[in-house]
């Protein structure tokens, strides 16, 4: 009898098991699977998005959703955010899907190579530097619990700017045998700090033990910018300080033309590169205002010499998808060029996010002259139907043909370009 039972219901658990796994392989469920957490819709556009036959809907404003087969589709109205409510088996409520309805965005796309020369709020903190007094080795900044990566932003209560104001404030401390006290501003919080200057038989002057440094500079691409305000943004990520990798908050700074000279190929494990020399600024001229997580953003002079300036939109993170696109990039002196690319995989996103879309280059002429991906190459604007879609961002340093991309979306709603 017991051994008859638990045959039985070894039977219904195996017949339980196999039912499930046919259910999760049904063609429903799998719709169902890929039900959107949220989406974005253009003003005056529709959105297709994959849907279940097994779940009904309503929502408010009136009629702004149809269903057509194993598709949602969702017209844009008017701006603002409504509900979608979802009932599974059309009686069981499910859960809702909130929609977004966006004011078209249109920019210029970019491309250009430009150098960009920022002064950072603060000084960050790049390395120890022992000094040597008396025969033996002593760091007193180390000791005051000052760490590599943070940003010194006070002198002695005042606001710091340049290193030279530093150097001027060790110096009248050490003479004066007193400490210098420093604000400094950690991964977390901010802290105070007081260092006593030691005098250096090396070098002869008063030190506290740290280098620092007090800008950026480098060579990066225009994403794009605004034909009426010529507001612009770049790069696709953030300006770091090199050690945390945290993004460094710009105190001023600018932009200019850079002739692009020379490449170096990126082959596996070895990240290519640009080699760029800055320019007059009669080609792209400007300041940066903002350092953010998609890049800088700013103001240009002038409208990059020989553009036409023809706006397109910019793409909702739902309009992105696998396929064919392109890239627009400077290789060779100042002149644009596009690329071949094709994106292999996009990230859903209802809130902002560096890693967007990933893509693969198929061009055999920046395959052959740069390896794929390189460095100076970030905020290359990446176009597909006619749309700004993402700027790009890193290289898989594997494999350099790889890269992937930030959503143009993202870049252009910082809150800096409002």
């Known amino acids: 009898m017991g051994q008859r039972f638990w045959t039985r219901r070894r039977v219904i658990g195996l017949v339980g098991a196999a039912l499930t796994v046919a259910a999760g392989l049904s063609k429903p469920v799998q719709k169902l699977a890929a039900l959107p957490d949220a989406v974005m819709v253009p003003q005056g556009q529709r959105i297709t998005v994959p849907w279940s036959s097994w779940i009904s809907l309503s929502a408010a404003p009136a009629d702004p959703v149809s269903i057509s087969g194993n598709a949602a589709s969702i017209h844009g109205v008017s701006p603002g955010r409504f509900i979608i409510r979802t009932r599974l088996l059309g009686w069981l409520p499910w859960r809702q899907v909130p929609v977004e309805v966006t004011k078209p965005l249109y920019e210029v796309p970019g491309g250009e190579s430009m150098g960009v020369l920022v002064n950072t709020k603060g000084l960050v903190v790049t390395q120890y530097a022992p000094i040597l007094t008396r025969g033996r080795w002593t760091d007193p900044a180390e000791l005051a619990g000052i760490d590599k990566g943070d940003i010194i932003v006070q002198i002695n209560h005042r606001p710091v700017y340049a290193d030279s104001a530093l150097e001027r404030a060790v110096q009248s401390a050490g003479r004066k045998h007193q ?75 600018r932009v200019t033309g850079a002739d692009i000279v020379g490449v170096i190929s990126g082959t596996a494990n070895t990240p290519g590169q640009k080699i760029g020399v800055l320019t007059t600024g009669a080609d792209v001229q400007g300041t940066v205002i903002h350092n953010g997580v998609f890049g800088i953003t700013g103001h240009l002079n002038h409208r990059p010499s020989g553009k036409k300036g023809v706006p397109l939109p910019v793409a909702l993170p739902d ?56 460095q100076g190459m970030s905020g290359s604007p990446i176009i597909q139907n006619g749309r700004i879609v993402g700027a790009v961002t890193h290289v898989l340093i594997n494999r350099p043909s790889l890269g992937y991309g930030c959503y143009a979306y993202w870049m252009a709603k910082q809150k800096s370009l409002a």
Request: net charge positive.
């Open 319 to 374: 309009q992105v998808h696998p396929g064919p696109a392109t890239i627009v990039t400077v290789l060779h002196g100042q002149r644009t060029a596009s690329y071949a690319v094709r994106i292999l995989k996009t990230y859903p996103q209802w809130v902002p996010h560096t890693k967007g879309l990933l893509f693969e280059v198929d061009d055999s002429r920046l395959l052959q002259e740069a390896g794929g991906v390189i």
């Open 179 to 253: 400490d210098v006290e420093l604000g400094v501003q950690g991964s977390r919080s901010f802290h105070i700090r007081r260092v006593r200057p030691i005098w250096s038989n090396q070098h002869f002057r008063w030190q506290i033990g740290v280098l620092v440094q007090d800008g950026a500079s480098g060579v990066g691409t225009l994403t794009f910018y605004n034909p009426g305000t010529l507001q612009y943004a770049a790069l696709g990520h953030s300006i770091t300080d090199g050690l945390t990798r945290a993004p460094v908050e710009v105190h001023s700074g």
